[in-house]
Structure formats: structure tokens, C-alpha cells
């Protein structure tokens, strides 16, 4: 029964997404990261066989025990957590798609710190405070995260900036979720990158309408699991 609910759950955010991009003119379709923080490996499985490969975290701990759970899988994995600095060693040894959360100058600093512990390129993207809420991390302003991407740039760094993270206030007020949204659009574009990361089982729709290319979706699954 579990496996059938899943599905059911899986078909409608499929038919959802559709939807959306119908609405809003796009051929695109985003990309679902499974936010995996409060699910067991086999609830993570059961969303492998139904296709899901993109897997995220918000804590190093966490990320390493599931990594390690899924050895030889085909998983893309990605970090959208706070990253302590303290942490970041045992968060750049394990093989990351893509980390959402790069947060502030000194993280960037951090990791030109730790360059021996990268393998390749590590894909990052900025995470940016629109909403300016206290219990949210991210740049501040537009104008700090455009100053680090042209760190980024300049100093020659194994990182590559692939585009823009926000999160939406919870809120019923769709205008104040679809201004937030617009922001970090208009900042992917600004920049020219390709990745804007925004999103979450509450308002993963209108997130779709503006533009979103990445679904960060965990609590929705709660429902077939």
C-alpha cells in the first residue's frame, strides 16, 4: 500500500509541474531533489525505484551516513544546509552534485582554505536572504552575493557558481512568496547563470510559474510513505 501511495503522490507533483510550466509558457522541466532529512533509507528506496536519483541533506552527518547507505547507486547528492566551517572538511570528502547553501564570503574564504580537499570542481550555489528573516541564512543583499560570485570569478577558484538559492517566507500571501521568487530570478538572470534553486512542498507551484529549476521537496512525501 505504502508503494502505491507513493506513486500516487509522485504522478500528482509530475501532473502539478506540468501544469505550471503549461502555464507559464515553459518547455523546461525542473529538477526534484528529495529532501531526505526525516526519511529512512528504505522510504528513500522506495523513492529510487520510482525514479527519483536526486537526493539532498541539511546536515554533513546526515548526508554521510545515506551516502555511505548507497554506495555504487546512481545518486546525485546535494547539501542545502547551514555549512559550519568546522564541518566543511568532512562535507568536501564526500561526492556532492551540487551544495545550495554557500552563504558567506567567509565560507567561499573557508573552502579556498581546504583547496586540497577538493576533487574537480565543486558546483555550488549562493544562497541569498530575500525575506530578511533572522531564522533564515543567506547574503543579505543582492549586492553581498553578486560581490562573491565576482570573488568567485577572479581568484581563480575549484568552485563553480551555477546559480541562486532562496527560500520563500511560509506564508499563505502568494504575492510575498512570488516577490521573493521574482528577486532571485531576476539576480540568476542578472548574472547569467544557469541553476535557481527555489521551491519547497508548500509553494513548489508557484515556484515552477517563476522560473525554478530545482524542487526542493520533502514533506510533500509524507503522504505515500
Known amino acids: 500500500m505504502g508503494k502505491y501511495n507513493l506513486r500516487g503522490v509522485l504522478e500528482k507533483i509530475h501532473s502539478d509541474i506540468r501544469v505550471a510550466c503549461q502555464r507559464s509558457g515553459r518547455q523546461d522541466f525542473p529538477r526534484i531533489v528529495v529532501a531526505s532529512k526525516y526519511m529512512s533509507v528504505l522510504q528513500m528506496r522506495r523513492l529510487y525505484e520510482l525514479g527519483l536519483h536526486d537526493f539532498g541533506e541539511n546536515r554533513?552527518?546526515?548526508?554521510e551516513v545515506k551516502v555511505n547507505e548507497f554506495k555504487g547507486a546512481d545518486i546525485h547528492w546535494h547539501f542545502f544546509g547551514h555549512i559550519?566551517?568546522?564541518?566543511?572538511t568532512r562535507l568536501l570528502r564526500i561526492p556532492l552534485y551540487l551544495i545550495h547553501s554557500i552563504d558567506r564570503i567567509e565560507l567561499i574564504y573557508a573552502i579556498e582554505r581546504r583547496v586540497g580537499h577538493i576533487s574537480g570542481v565543486l558546483n555550488c550555489l549562493l544562497e541569498v536572504n530575500f525575506t530578511g528573516e533572522d531564522t533564515k541564512y543567506g547574503f543579505k543583499t543582492e549586492e553581498e552575493a553578486i560581490k562573491a560570485w565576482e570573488?568567485?570569478?577572479k581568484n581563480s577558484l575549484p568552485i563553480y557558481c551555477r546559480g541562486i538559492m532562496a527560500m520563500a517566507p511560509y506564508t499563505e500571501d502568494e504575492?510575498?512568496?512570488?516577490?521573493?521568487?521574482r528577486r532571485a530570478r531576476r539576480l540568476k538572470d542578472q548574472l547569467g547563470l544557469q541553476e535557481l534553486s527555489m521551491g519547497?512542498?508548500?509553494?513548489?507551484?508557484?515556484?515552477v510559474e517563476e522560473g525554478s529549476t530545482i524542487l526542493r521537496l520533502g514533506s510533500i512525501f509524507s503522504k505515500g510513505l
Open 60 to 63: 554533513v552527518q546526515d548526508l
Open 175 to 181: 504575492a510575498k512568496i512570488r516577490s521573493v521568487f
Open 151 to 153: 570573488y568567485i570569478r
Open 84 to 88: 559550519q566551517t568546522n564541518k566543511l
Open 200 to 207: 519547497m512542498s508548500n509553494d513548489y507551484i508557484i515556484a
